[in-house]
C-alpha cells in the first residue's frame, strides 16, 4: 500500500523564485493538509483541501496558494520566495476533514539562499 | 498563550528509565488529542490517540483531563530506539488553524 507521496524530497531555490510542492495522499483518502516546520519548532497549519475546495488557510501570506486535483493530489505553490521559507512542507492526508487520524508524507525540504 | 505547549526538553535518560511528558492545551473545545513521534529529519507518525479515560499501548501510557487541559506521555521501560521528538497534537476540527495544533515537541535522548 502506496502512503503519502511527496516530490520532490529536497529543493534548492534561491530568493524571489517560486516553487511548487507536490503531493499524493494514500488511496481513497480526500482530505489533504499542508504544513511548514521550521527546525525546532512544530509543525504549522497552511492550508486544508477536501473534495477540491478549500476547507481551511492557515496564518500564511497570500504568497502562499494551493490546489486539490480531481484524482486528490494536491499541490502548494510559494511565490516570491523568502529565506524564511526554508522549512520542512508537509503534506498530510486523511479520509475526511475531520477525520481523527493524518498521515504525513516524507516532506520536501526547502532551502531558499 | 500558545494554542499548545509541552515541556521544552530535552529529556535525557539512561536506558531502562521511566520519563514523562506534559502538555496543555487551551482550547477547551478540542475534540482529540494525539501523541505524533518524530525521528530526526523525517516525518510525524502517529504514536497513540489519547482518551479521557487513559490507555495503553505496550510500555506507552497515555492521560488526558480535560478539566485541567492537559495531556501526557509515560514511556516506561525505555530504548535507545525511543530516541525522538514527541509530538503533543490537538485536533480542533473547523478550527481557524486548521485540524491539528502542534506543540513544538520535546526531544528525547536515550543512553546506553
Known amino acids: 500500500d502506496a502512503g503519502v507521496t511527496q516530490s520532490p524530497t529536497h529543493l534548492i531555490k534561491t530568493r524571489g523564485q517560486q516553487v511548487t510542492l507536490r503531493c499524493s495522499p494514500i488511496?481513497?483518502?480526500?482530505?489533504v493538509s499542508w504544513y511548514q516546520q521550521v527546525l525546532g519548532q512544530g509543525p504549522q497549519f497552511i492550508f486544508q483541501?477536501?473534495?477540491?475546495?478549500?476547507?481551511g488557510r492557515g496564518n500564511f501570506p497570500d504568497r502562499f496558494s494551493a490546489r486539490q486535483f480531481p484524482n486528490y493530489s494536491s499541490e502548494l505553490n510559494v511565490n516570491a520566495l523568502l529565506l524564511g521559507d526554508s522549512a520542512l512542507y508537509l503534506c498530510?492526508?486523511?479520509?475526511?476533514?475531520?477525520?481523527?487520524?493524518?498521515?504525513f508524507g516524507q516532506g520536501t525540504r526547502l532551502t531558499v539562499v | 498563550r500558545k494554542e499548545v505547549e509541552q515541556d521544552p526538553g530535552p529529556f535525557n535518560v539512561p536506558e531502562g528509565a521511566t520519563v514523562a511528558f506534559n502538555c496543555t492545551y487551551s482550547?477547551?473545545?478540542?475534540?482529540?488529542f494525539f501523541w505524533y513521534r518524530q525521528d530526526c529529519r523525517k516525518e510525524p507518525k502517529l504514536l497513540m490517540s489519547?482518551?479521557?479515560s487513559g490507555n495503553e499501548d505496550g510500555r506507552f501510557t497515555a492521560q488526558l483531563n480535560r478539566a485541567s487541559q492537559y495531556i501526557s506521555l509515560l514511556i516506561r521501560d525505555s530504548k535507545l530506539s525511543d530516541s525522538a521528538t514527541y509530538l503533543c497534537?490537538?485536533?480542533?476540527?473547523?478550527?481557524?488553524?486548521?485540524?491539528?495544533?502542534f506543540g513544538k515537541g520535546t526531544k528525547l535522548s536515550v543512553k546506553p
Open positions: 498530510a492526508s486523511s479520509l475526511n476533514p475531520g477525520g481523527t487520524e493524518a498521515f
Open positions: 488511496s481513497g483518502h480526500k482530505s
Open positions: 483541501y477536501y473534495e477540491k475546495e478549500e476547507r
Open positions: 482550547n477547551s473545545a478540542s475534540q482529540s
Open positions: 489519547v482518551y479521557s
Open positions: 497534537v490537538v485536533n480542533n476540527y473547523g478550527g481557524s488553524q486548521g485540524n491539528l495544533i
